[in-house]
């Protein structure tokens, strides 16, 4: 029984080493010709007696290779996009490796192409880029772009396969004309969202009959830090207040704390200020909008304070903004301080009354709606340069009533007219105080 067993595994020995011995095999490496760099996944197809065989694609460093080959004549075949074909004869030997390198010459698009401005914001980037087609002499060769767009990749040697994004012409002349060809030239962009944090490389590229041109390489950085936006602080009274912030990018990965730093020692407060001079404020929550309430604050002193959120990338802020905001105005010869902006751009005279009673601007608590003589002496400090013009051309109510209808608006534009108008109709409100 033993002598069968080896007799079977001589047999299959040598049936296995017979057929290496009767096949070889083909291995090589596909570079540009003009720069000598490898063609990445580029595909190479293999012919025997003008038929098809085998397909592959070179792997990074440009190498292919075709294995089991029986002996005999073959033809390699390489065509790739931007590249005129190549083809390559080579013969296989039994138990050999036949070495077959391949060049690929890049064809003449007639085209020279630019990358030009990156705009990067949070995770989104713009590209643009332009090109210039020239007419090759008098053979009427169309040189103008049929597709533009951008190729970008994290991985600069690996850029030719990274991804595409079409572009669309921002302008696109295509009716030039030179000794009988005919050429273009234009200007194109394309926006890319939602980039994860890292660096990028970006370069443009054209299309035409041809084949692809393509610009220089340029690199943009996705930071990946949160964006966070300071708003004004609200709710003022002598001692506390309502700081607001906006998260407008949760960041790469998201942020993991939020808050506020504030100080009246510090213009632009961070989180590694002294705890003496700074104060810090976390706000637990993933939500956009985030707010806290403080107290302590000493009465008449100016505050700053800036919005923070942070990842394990680091921390960043919004503005820094001051408070109490000086969102106000003061005319001293009429006595008088008036809101910077309007507190309601269509209200009715009863929801115009309430808002300036409730507003807290600087702190102050004693608003109110301007009367009929103050509206005047606003609308003449505007005329005589006092103040800069700050109203709208619009409508705004008074607290002085129409003794016979309503109460009364105050359209100053047209030589400062005033005229009854009925306490449902909608105008814009602007608050006052009496200075003290």
Same mark, same amino acid.
């Given at each position: 029984?033993?002598?069968?067993?080896?007799?079977?595994?001589?047999?299959?020995?040598?049936?296995?080493?017979?057929?290496?011995?009767?096949?070889?095999?083909?291995?090589?490496?596909?570079?540009?010709?003009?720069?000598?760099?490898?063609?990445?996944?580029?595909?190479?197809?293999?012919?025997?007696?003008?038929?098809?065989?085998?397909?592959?694609?070179?792997?990074?460093?440009?190498?292919?290779?075709?294995?089991?080959?029986?002996?005999?004549?073959?033809?390699?075949?390489?065509?790739?996009?931007?590249?005129?074909?190549?083809?390559?004869?080579?013969?296989?030997?039994?138990?050999?490796?036949?070495?077959?390198?391949?060049?690929?010459?890049?064809?003449?698009?007639?085209?020279?192409?630019?990358?030009?401005?990156?705009?990067?914001?949070?995770?989104?980037?713009?590209?643009?880029?332009?090109?210039?087609?020239?007419?090759?002499?008098?053979?009427?060769?169309?040189?103008?772009?049929?597709?533009?767009?951008?190729?970008?990749?994290?991985?600069?040697?690996?850029?030719?396969?990274?991804?595409?994004?079409?572009?669309?012409?921002?302008?696109?002349?295509?009716?030039?004309?030179?000794?009988?060809?005919?050429?273009?030239?234009?200007?194109?962009?394309?926006?890319?969202?939602?980039?994860?944090?890292?660096? !990028? #490389? %970006?370069? &443009? +590229?054209?299309? $035409?009959?041809? /084949?692809?041109? =393509? @610009?220089?390489?340029?690199? *943009?950085?996705?930071?990946?830090?949160?964006?966070?936006?300071?708003?004004?602080?609200?709710?003022?009274?002598?001692?506390?207040?309502?700081?607001?912030?906006?998260?407008?990018?949760?960041?790469?990965?998201?942020?993991?704390?939020?808050?506020?730093?504030?100080?009246?020692?510090?213009?632009?407060?961070?989180?590694?200020?002294?705890?003496?001079?700074?104060?810090?404020?976390?706000?637990?929550?993933?939500?956009?909008?985030?707010?806290?309430?403080?107290?302590?604050?000493?009465?008449?002193?100016? !505050? #700053? %304070?800036? &919005? +923070?959120?942070? $990842?394990?990338? /680091?921390?960043? =802020? @919004?503005?820094?903004?001051? *408070?109490?905001?000086?969102?106000?105005?003061?005319?001293?010869?009429?006595?008088?301080?008036?809101?910077?902006?309007?507190?309601?751009?269509?209200?009715?005279?009863?929801?115009?009354?309430?808002?300036?009673?409730?507003?807290?601007?600087?702190?102050?608590?004693?608003?109110?709606?301007?009367?009929?003589?103050?509206?005047?002496?606003?609308?003449?400090?505007?005329?005589?340069?006092?103040?800069?013009?700050?109203?709208?051309?619009?409508?705004?109510?008074?607290?002085?009533?129409?003794?016979?209808?309503?109460?009364?608006?105050? +359209?100053?534009?047209?030589?400062?007219?005033?005229?009854?108008?009925?306490?449902?109709?909608?105008?814009?409100?602007?608050?006052?105080?009496?200075?003290?």
């Amino acid at each position: 029984m033993k002598k069968i067993f080896l007799m079977m595994f001589i047999i299959s020995c040598f049936i296995s080493c017979d057929t290496s011995l009767k096949t070889g095999s083909i291995y090589g490496i596909v570079t540009i010709e003009e720069t000598a760099e490898p063609m990445r996944a580029t595909g190479v197809e293999l012919y025997h007696y003008g038929s098809l065989l085998l397909k592959t694609v070179t792997y990074d460093d440009g190498h292919y290779e075709f294995e089991n080959l029986a002996t005999g004549e073959y033809e390699l075949k390489v065509t790739a996009t931007g590249y005129e074909d190549a083809s390559y004869d080579v013969i296989v030997e039994a138990g050999r490796a036949a070495r077959a390198d391949m060049q690929l010459k890049q064809t003449k698009t007639y085209m020279t192409v630019r990358t030009l401005d990156l705009t990067i914001i949070i995770n989104k980037a713009s590209f643009s880029g332009d090109y210039t087609g020239r007419a090759s002499g008098y053979n009427n060769t169309t040189t103008k772009a049929t597709e533009a767009g951008f190729i970008y990749s994290t991985s600069q040697n690996n850029i030719i396969n990274g991804t595409k994004v079409t572009a669309s012409f921002v302008n696109h002349v295509t009716d030039g004309s030179n000794y009988g060809g005919y050429y273009g030239s234009g200007t194109f962009e394309a926006d890319v969202n939602d980039l994860s944090a890292g660096t !990028y #490389y %970006v370069m &443009a +590229y054209t299309k $035409n009959d041809y /084949g692809i041109e =393509y @610009g220089d390489i340029k690199s *943009f950085e996705i930071s990946g830090l949160p964006v966070v936006k300071t708003l004004g602080a609200s709710n003022y009274t002598e001692t506390t207040a309502t700081l607001n912030g906006c998260i407008d990018y949760s960041g790469d990965p998201a942020f993991t704390e939020r808050g506020f730093v504030y100080s009246a020692f510090f213009s632009n407060p961070t989180i590694d200020d002294p705890a003496t001079a700074t104060s810090k404020i976390t706000v637990s929550g993933t939500s956009k909008e985030f707010g806290a309430n403080i107290a302590g604050l000493t009465a008449t002193t100016h !505050y #700053y %304070v800036r &919005a +923070y959120a942070s $990842n394990e990338k /680091g921390t960043s =802020y @919004g503005a820094s903004l001051i *408070f109490p905001e000086n969102n106000y105005i003061e005319l001293p010869s009429e006595g008088l301080m008036i809101h910077k902006s309007d507190i309601s751009s269509g209200s009715t005279w009863e929801d115009a009354d309430d808002l300036c009673k409730s507003s807290l601007i600087g702190g102050f608590s004693d608003w109110r709606l301007p009367t009929k003589g103050e509206w005047q002496l606003i609308y003449s400090s505007i005329i005589a340069g006092t103040i800069s013009n700050i109203i709208s051309r619009d409508y705004y109510w008074t607290s002085t009533k129409e003794p016979r209808y309503n109460n009364y608006y105050v +359209y100053y534009f047209y030589n400062n007219t005033i005229s009854s108008h009925h306490i449902d109709t909608k105008n814009r409100v602007r608050c006052v105080r009496t200075l003290k």
